[in-house]
């Protein structure tokens, strides 16, 4: 993205640096977060949390300097999901994902996920979505930085 873009053009970028269920079970993470994240090629964490290093190997100016003249502005957001209808929702736009046929479902299996590991996964989201206390959370990093 540095190579194309235009001098005194900006990179804006978002991605989740965690992902936290409730109920919690190991199961429900392994299933969807970690297999989420082994199918976007960073099985040992989210990119949001790498994000600042990702930048700055790829030539950015992500010092001191540079956030103090905002050239490089860093920051985060949320998202929270909780409530039955919202939980079910959500367990309907994750797990459809998950389908046969379905694209985010075929990035897993192209990654090394079984057809079995996509459909647990969807078995362990409708298990969570049903919980009288199910609760979402993701914190996301927000970067902005200029060329």
Known sequence: MRRVLKPGGFLAARDA????????????????????????????????????????????????EAMAQGRFVAGAGTTIVTGQDKCRWWRDSMGGRLRPGEQFREGWVKAGLSEEQCDEAREWLDRWAEAEDAWYGALQSEVLIWK
């Open 17 to 64: 640096a965690s992902l936290t269920w409730f109920p919690y079970t190991s199961e429900l993470h392994r299933c969807m977060t970690q297999r989420m994240f082994a199918a976007l090629g960073t099985p040992d964490a989210a990119v949001g949390g790498k994000m600042k290093g990702l930048l700055r190997a790829s030539g950015w100016d992500v010092s001191d």
